[in-house]
């Protein structure tokens, strides 16, 4: 328990700093920085914890196979902002920004959260789709949040 909180701590914190362009100032508001909603790196946290109890659950059932054509929005949403991280990750070194990765991880939490209330994944026609989904997202969101120093939690 101690250790998740204090993982949760120095998201906050750090997330609090980073999200900020390093020329623009920034004011310490520890309440803001430490909320579950909102642009905040507890918000991130619970977004990839949310992700691995999906995963996790899925484990547990025996998968459905899926066959389809379309893509759902969000579904398109979620796909093009995943595949956005290599030039992401080369603009924040090519402008030695952060905050870059720091809005795209919120961003990506954002449009992952808005795809989890649109489209069921467990039990749905598109299951096996929308675990591979939502463990792409997990997993670029664990390589973004580790690239401004912040260790993710499997269970919030």
Do not use: H
Request: with cysteine; net charge neutral; glycine share 4%.
């Amino acid at each position: 328990m101690q250790r998740r909180a204090n993982k949760v701590a120095i998201a906050a914190i750090f997330y609090g700093d980073l999200k900020n362009n390093r020329i623009n100032n920034m004011i310490f508001d520890i309440d803001r920085f430490v909320s579950f909603e909102g642009d905040t790196g507890p918000y991130l946290l619970y977004s990839y914890a949310r992700a691995s109890s999906i995963l996790e659950k899925a484990k547990k059932q025996k998968l459905k196979k899926s066959e389809f054509e379309d893509f759902e929005e969000s579904e398109s949403r979620l796909l093009k902002k995943i595949s956005d991280f290599k030039d992401i990750v080369l603009k924040a070194y090519s402008t030695l920004s952060p905050s870059v990765i720091a809005n795209y991880s919120y961003e990506l939490s954002q449009i992952f959260n808005e795809f989890y209330s649109e489209c069921p994944v467990i039990g749905s026609e598109k299951e096996e789709f929308r675990l591979k989904l939502v463990d792409a997202f997990r997993q670029v969101l664990k390589n973004s949040l580790y690239l401004i120093g912040i260790d993710v939690l499997e269970r919030m």
